[in-house]
């Protein structure tokens, strides 16, 4: 199996970050991955995207210029990456910021009102992690207890009091009908 997963969003949305935690997961799940980080000039505030290969072989590039799995955080994004997502694959978006609906039929697309459960939760910087248990759960992209460890070890040391509700964020996502 592989996924070629592309996340997008404006810069501070936690992108980079949530793409390195996917990358960490599945090679602590034995699988061989590659991250690519992409941001504008501006960082917070400008776009942001990281493309992420997990695969039971090795991967043979990390630019991707299509994929079967996206998550987008901002409507731009899904402007932008709609039309990159393979037949069959899935969107999973923040419907607390993207304003317009899928417009394809031949994928899967799950929306998530992820920055306002992150808002209602205390720190909205958790809108990434509940997508991303919206996607692991209907992906299987990786193991949730694998993901649950790559935050210990993604995490700057300053951050880790937050895992808790890190790993609260990504149940929250798993669980969101």
Known sequence: MVHEIILAGFGGQG??????????????DGKHVSWLPSYG???????????????????DS????SCNELIVMNR???DKFENLVEEGGVIVMDSSIVDRDVKRGDI??????ATKMASEMGN???????????????????????LEKALYEVLPEKKRNLIPM????????????
Request: aromatic content about 6%; overall charge positive.
């Open 15 to 28: 992108i980079l970050m949530a793409g390195k935690l996917l990358a960490y997961a599945g090679m602590l």
């Open 166 to 177: 890190e790993i609260k964020a990504l149940k929250t996502g798993m669980e969101y009908i």
């Open 62 to 65: 990390p630019v991707l210029y």
């Open 41 to 59: 000039p501006e960082m917070r505030g400008g776009t942001a995207n990281s493309s992420v290969v997990i695969s039971d072989r090795p991967v």
């Open 76 to 78: 731009p994004s899904l």
């Open 108 to 113: 899967e697309s799950f929306k998530v009102p």
């Open 124 to 146: 909205m910087a958790f809108a990434n992690i509940i997508l991303l248990g919206k996607l692991i759960k209907e992906r299987k992209t990786v193991t949730v207890d694998n």
